[in-house]
């Protein structure tokens, strides 16, 4: 359709109009998902359900690569969510390890949000602020279904400590968890060193420890949370993993599938995670199979499969675009009903089919 709703102009229906476009910044961002944890581990509960009842379309995503930086991409997420706040759109997400150096994030994100009614984009958000949450939340949400019996992990290992490792750990913090013993590893002792600050800072309970080695760290821990920016696997030594701890498999790429196929392994999307070399993408081609998944995160929340306790338990989280829609329409519900929106009143110019 076409048009500008107005009287007499036949390519629009009267009951359709072309939306306001909002811009909302991370500042805003930051604002309204603050202190609201708990609440988002359940809006992200509830997309994975919507989404495995077949309410939501993800396509795969796509991934824009340089020849010359081959390290760096730009993914785009698109997506469509039902339900009761039903919303399309688009997560533009670029990933260039190489701005840690330079001391800025390396990821960096827009959300568009798009009408469907019309297919109007009615607001462009600050993306990388709710890439992290929802990544948190689905890492927390996946932490309390997959823990065994009831008992939460006491020990807990960063592997990684970035931006999704401090995400992580305050959404767990904030949702209930306390842990004995928190280590953390990473190959640059100063994110370590930060990380470790950030944690005393935020009044963590329990002994920090910085582990050089990444064996440590995995021994000594229950609950061991992958977040790196490894593109393929740098750990396979399947003793390392003989407690049987919980693995929050966040990052996708740092396990050698020989190890996941010694684990009970749990995914949000098979279809998804089973794609762009991830660890379980890799274990898929090296058996031809994919008998070595127990089952998705939903088929545990619905009870369908359960928990093992004899092995290590594996969760590998794609990161659906749903989920960043999800949170996305959240914040801006919550700015357009404080009246805080940052409305770009002539964004949109040619509304009329002939002038």
Avoid at 147 to 162: E, H, N, V, W
Wanted: aromatic letters at 8%.
């Amino acid at each position: 359709t076409g048009g500008d709703g107005r009287p007499g102009d036949p390519l629009m229906s009267p009951l359709v109009s072309t939306p306001a476009f909002a811009v909302i910044s991370g500042t805003q961002v930051q604002q309204a998902l603050e202190g609201r944890q708990q609440e988002l581990v359940d809006l992200v509960e509830a997309t994975y359900r919507l989404h495995s009842e077949g309410d939501s379309v993800n396509p795969p995503s796509y991934f824009l690569r340089f020849p010359d930086r081959p390290s760096s991409r730009i993914i785009a997420l698109p997506a469509s969510i039902g339900g009761q706040a039903p919303v399309d759109g688009l997560k533009w997400i670029s990933s260039f390890p190489e701005n840690v150096a330079a001391g800025i994030p390396r990821a960096s994100a827009v959300l568009v949000l798009n009408d469907p009614d019309t297919g109007y984009p009615f607001a462009c958000l600050e993306g990388s602020i709710i890439s992290a949450t929802r990544t948190a939340a689905m890492a927390v949400l996946g932490a309390d279904r997959l823990s065994r019996g009831g008992q939460r992990p006491a020990r807990i290992g960063f592997f990684g400590a970035g931006l999704i490792a401090r995400y992580v750990h305050d959404f767990l913090a904030a949702t209930g968890w306390s842990f004995e013993e928190i280590g953390v590893h990473d190959l640059s002792t100063e994110s370590a060193a930060g990380f470790r600050g950030h944690l005393e800072q935020s009044g963590a309970a329990g002994r920090i420890t910085v582990h050089d080695d990444a064996e440590r760290l995995i021994r000594s821990s229950d609950l061991v949370v992958f977040a790196t920016v490894a593109a393929e696997p740098h750990v396979g030594e399947p003793s390392w993993f003989e407690h049987n701890p919980l693995v929050l498999h966040v990052s996708l790429r740092d396990l050698a599938p020989e190890l996941l196929l010694d684990s009970a392994n749990f995914v949000d999307d098979v279809e998804h995670c089973l794609k762009a070399n991830t660890s379980p993408h890799l274990a898929e081609q090296l058996t031809g199979s994919r008998d070595f998944l127990d089952g998705t995160l939903h088929d545990v929340m619905a009870g369908r499969v359960p928990v093992p306790a004899d092995r290590p338990v594996v969760f590998s989280p794609f990161g659906l675009g749903v989920l960043d829609l999800a949170v996305g329409k959240h914040v801006y519900d919550e700015l357009a009903g404080t009246g805080e929106l940052n409305v770009v009143d002539d964004f949109f110019h040619e509304l009329r089919r002939y002038g």
